[in-house]
């Protein structure tokens, strides 16, 4: 896993939202991610569109204030931001939807999970966000239209992208490696 050189705009927001607390009570853990009680099913556009009532119903409030409100998690307390998997998926908290691959995971010295890039360029959604005095893009789910996070153009080879999304807005699920052959 490659450290990479610093971005201070990134750097100064993450100061920020350390001590800001983002809006939401400090935790003592990180918080965990909350399992989807059922498959969403898309409709016939592709899309997944529920009321707020709906997602609040199958979303912690945590998970519904970054999903569905744009929050942000404290840097350095989700339970992804460490979490080295060689194999698996992340998927969106909200909907399911598989997002990145586990092996496109690396540490960017954040605070949060960030990623080369997803699974496929049409899984995100992109768009302009000027909060915070920045201008930033905003990573959301091509599904269901959550918000996950922002990327940045300062991420490593191969992409030079860096996916920072926020712990709660995935789901990660395990893949079995393949098997071994050479024991045989």
Partial sequence: MSLLRPNIPCLFLSFILLFAGCNQSPASAPAAPVSPPAPLTPGPDGKVRLSDEEWRARLSPEQFHILRE????????????????????????ACGYALFDATSKFDSGTGWPSF????????????VDTSFGMVRTENLCARCESHLGHSFEDGPPPTGTRYCMNSLALRFEPTAAAPDNATK
Avoid at 70 to 93: F, L, M, N, P, V
Avoid at 116 to 127: H, V
């Fill in 116 to 127: 080369t890039g997803p699974i496929s360029p049409d899984r995100i959604l992109n768009r």
């Fill in 70 to 93: 744009a929050g942000t998690e404290r840097a350095c307390s989700g339970a992804y931001w460490r979490k080295d998997e060689s194999q698996g998926i992340y998927h969106c908290a």
